[in-house]
């Protein structure tokens, strides 16, 4: 099984900006969407 890397807010910066620069659904379901979510989750973890 492959490791599990979590994401982090670069990583969400730069799926966005490839999703936005390729005119790709940015909607609240999205990959680039559910990238900053985790993203965000992973950095809150990192703040308890």
Do not use: C, E
């Not at 910066?13 to 379901?29: L, M, Y």
């Not at 969407?33 to 992973?42: F, M």
Request: glycine content about 4%; charged content about 30%.
């Amino acid at each position: 099984m492959a490791k599990k890397t979590p994401m982090t807010k670069a990583d969400a910066a730069r799926i966005q900006s490839g999703a936005a620069k390729n005119d790709t659904n940015t909607s609240k379901k999205s990959f680039p969407a559910r990238a900053q979510s985790a993203a965000d989750k992973n950095l809150n973890k990192g703040k308890k």
